[in-house]
């Protein structure tokens, strides 16, 4: 091999003894770890770069510090010239080639924060998806079981039922064991119940409303395990655009169970959608048990710098002390009822078109179910991406140094102004067209309050985040209940959805002026 002296006079300097046996090893090795094949001569060009980073040219002092520095393993670029091929590759103490393909595996390696925020959004998809399979597949069991407008409410209701109670104890669990056991347990028991709804349905109307309201129980804790974790994995200044990916996820699983369940009904008949969901339930719990943990100092994978990042992103770390949540202090403060009154709306809203969008497009617009269901997935799905919208601008918000406060005031503005305003708009659609259109912008403008009062349950009180999203998510279903059962009799009383559709709206407008009037981004307790 070719000797690199004239290169190496031109630079003036005398090379550490480390670095100049690892640029030989570099130019001698018969084939380097990047897979490219020195032949004959071979002429190293050693960057400016270099001569920097390993303190060339800085005297003594200089020379020193960086010297210092690639001792403890700080890796400086190299630019080598072969055969016209240039590449860049990673130094450091570790020497020899291995040690290059090393360093450039882990530069190369998704953050494990990332992998949690993605883990999160599958079961998040999962957890809707399996909500809307209900929410098809009642259109031909109420015409099996010949159920009135008014009963169909309360069998779609029957999921809130057992949610509303695992809401405040899921939300306790979560804080005292972490998201990521409290998550998984959820998650085999939501697809359990899943598995057994189809059986349930061919026994009894009753076995039916028994597993939908199991099914709910075990789902009530994927929220609070969701926020609670994102909370610990990611810095203040990422943690919207986290919940707003984990959310797109969540409407993304709408979409997905619109549009498979009607296809699956019609080919293989009521099971086949419960049991490919569940199924995947499985599959998604094998993965995260071996992947991810409750807090990033727990991990073995994650590296030095970027639980630097997470760490640094945060004001404070909330310490567990044991004791129960103190309930009566959290319910002294207007910023906790700002939080239970944004919820119960949210619920409120959000339920009624879950539940209804299908059989509201069958009955205004005569439309058949598989119609249905792509009118009824058109909106989740843009408000899919509108969730990381929301997300995004919330965090850009922050670094551009405007306060938690103004920023969670916006967002949930934009969050409940924009619904009712829609909704109002709704009962003048003479088209099913028009009517996808105005719920599409229903939905999107509602994803902006994943950056209103789900992130300011941590802002408020991160000791206490999780009891506290049980409460307001408790109150939010029993809000969802009502809702639910009340669309079905206000359709059967009135033969129209219109007189409903108007009272969510004005229910969206008085809670946004209640929440601009108390809210605060400010930790309380």
Not at 1 to 14: F, G, N, P, W
Not at 47 to 52: F, G
Not at 86 to 107: I, P, Q, T, Y
Not at 265 to 270: E, R, V
Request: hydrophobic share 45%; glycine share 10%.
């Amino acid at each position: 091999m070719a000797a690199v002296s004239s290169t190496t006079s031109q630079l003036h300097i005398s090379y550490p003894a480390r670095l100049f046996k690892t640029q030989s090893s570099l130019i001698n090795t018969e084939k380097t770890q990047l897979g490219f094949k020195p032949r004959g001569r071979v002429q190293a060009k050693w960057e400016t770069e270099i001569a920097s980073s390993a303190g060339f040219g800085l005297g003594n002092r200089g020379r020193k510090r960086k010297t210092e520095g690639l001792q403890r393993g700080k890796p400086c670029v190299v630019t080598c010239t072969a055969e016209g091929i240039e590449r860049g590759m990673l130094m450091g103490n570790r020497g020899g080639g291995s040690g290059d393909a090393a360093a450039a595996k882990k530069a190369i390696t998704v953050p494990e924060r990332f992998k949690v925020v993605a883990l999160l959004a599958c079961v998040m998809c999962l957890c809707n998806a399996d909500r809307v399979v209900m929410s098809v597949a009642i259109v031909p069991l109420a015409a099996k079981n010949g159920w009135t407008s008014s009963f169909l409410g309360v069998v779609q209701s029957s999921f809130l039922w057992g949610y509303i109670f695992s809401s405040v104890i899921g939300g306790a669990l979560v804080d005292k064991y972490g998201g990521k056991r409290v998550m998984a347990w959820g998650v085999a028991m939501w697809s359990l119940a899943t598995l057994l709804t189809p059986w349930a349905a061919n026994h009894s109307t009753t076995s039916l409303l028994a597993v939908r309201a199991f099914f709910g129980l075990a789902e009530g804790v994927a929220l609070p395990s969701m926020s609670t974790l994102l909370s610990r994995w990611f810095p203040t200044q990422e943690r919207a655009s986290a919940v707003g990916i984990s959310m797109a996820g969540f409407h993304i699983g709408n979409v997905i169970g619109l549009l498979l369940t009607p296809v699956m009904l019609s080919s293989i008949g009521i099971s086949g959608p419960f049991i490919l969901f569940s199924s995947i339930g499985l599959l998604w719990l094998t993965i995260w048990v071996y992947t991810v943990t409750n807090d990033p100092r727990e991990s073995y994978c994650i590296s030095k710098s970027e639980l630097r990042l997470i760490q640094a992103g945060k004001s404070d770390s909330p310490v567990n002390s044991g004791k129960l949540p103190p309930l009566r202090l959290l319910l002294s403060k207007l910023p906790t009822w700002t939080i239970i009154l944004a919820n119960i709306t949210n619920n409120w809203g959000y339920f009624v078109l879950l539940s209804w969008m299908p059989v509201y497009f069958k009955t205004v617009f005569g439309v058949n179910l598989k119609q249905a269901a792509w009118f009824s997935a058109v909106p989740w799905g843009t408000m899919a991406v509108s969730s990381y919208i929301a997300g995004a601008a919330s965090d850009s918000l922050i670094k551009a140094g405007y306060s938690l406060t103004l920023v969670r005031k916006i967002m949930q503005s934009i969050g409940f102004i924009g619904p009712g305003v829609s909704l109002l708009c709704l009962n003048y659609a003479n088209t099913p067209t028009d009517a996808a259109v105005l719920l599409t912008a229903a939905l999107c403008f509602s994803s902006f309050s994943q950056a209103g009062f789900l992130l300011n349950m941590q802002d408020i009180a991160p000791q206490y985040a999780g009891f506290l999203h049980g409460i307001s998510n408790s109150a939010g279903t029993f809000a969802a209940i009502v809702s639910t059962i009340g669309t079905g009799y206000f359709v059967q009383w009135l033969g129209s959805f219109q007189a409903f559709l108007t009272v969510t709206a004005a229910l969206y407008f008085a809670t946004a002026i209640f929440w601009n009037l108390f809210a605060t981004g400010e930790r309380v307790f």
